[in-house]
């Protein structure tokens, strides 16, 4: 069972409409970190969270530590938000990241 | 504002032949790590360095790899006899803090191994 499950894996959206994407784990974790992942390959750090809520643009994350659950919101989404959205955790006592397979966002115009 | 970069963007070897991939991670920052994507699958993490040496690796993180920072500015990943299977993307990360810290990402090395 991967550590890391995000839902959906694919994601087609017409622009302007409000994306959500999930990130559910079953290992005790110190924080989270949400990721985006562009098409020619470079990760790009959105959020990095431990509890409640941050917002950044049109970017909001949550995190529900008791149900081992984070959500990634984008409002108002527009073509350039597609990408590949990646969660990730710091596993409590350790330096690394464990990840999530993805979730691949296409914004259609 | 401040990045993390890594040199080549793109390395084609032959199998069995030694790699040297190469980063240069934000000035301030104290910790780095080496992470690498098999092409269609998820980050897996290599290993984390701090304090000229290794805090953490992964299973991964075998005989065949090694970390150094051989300068105050960069931060080598090397892989003494590559592998089909070390084909991949490898990035490199830092970070300020130990622990539960956000982490910062280069562009990464597609590195292809034929």
């Known amino acids: 069972k991967n550590e890391v499950e995000q839902s959906p894996q694919n994601l087609t959206a017409q622009e302007g409409e409000f994306i959500t994407i999930n990130c559910s784990y079953s290992?005790?974790?110190?924080?989270l970190h949400w990721l985006q992942q562009h098409p020619g390959g470079g990760i790009v750090s959105l959020f990095m969270l431990s509890s409640g809520k941050k917002k950044h643009g049109r970017l909001i994350a949550t995190i529900n530590i008791q149900e081992k659950h984070s959500s990634l919101h984008i409002t108002a989404s527009h073509p350039r938000d597609s990408a590949v959205y990646i969660c990730?955790?710091?596993?409590?006592?350790?330096?690394?990241?464990?990840f999530g397979k993805g979730t691949k966002l296409t914004v259609n115009p | 504002e401040p990045e993390v970069t890594q040199t080549p963007s793109h390395q084609v070897t032959q199998m069995g032949q030694e790699v040297i991939l190469r980063c240069v991670p934000i000035?301030?920052?104290?910790?780095f790590y080496w992470y690498r994507q098999i092409l269609g699958q998820k980050v897996e993490f290599l290993v984390s360095?701090?304090?000229?040496?290794?805090?953490?690796k992964s299973e991964i993180f075998d005989d065949q790899f090694s970390v150094e920072r051989p300068d105050g500015s960069n931060f080598t990943l090397k892989i003494r006899s590559t592998k089909l299977e070390d084909s991949a993307m490898y990035f490199c990360?830092?970070?300020?803090?130990?622990?539960?810290?956000?982490?910062?990402f280069g562009p990464g090395t597609r590195l292809t191994v034929l």
């Open positions: 000035s301030n920052h104290l910790y």
């Open positions: 290992v005790g974790i110190s924080a």
């Open positions: 990360a830092s970070g300020r803090n130990s622990g539960d810290n956000e982490q910062f």
């Open positions: 990730a955790v710091f596993q409590g006592g350790s330096e690394k990241l464990v």
């Open positions: 360095f701090y304090n000229n040496e290794i805090s953490e």
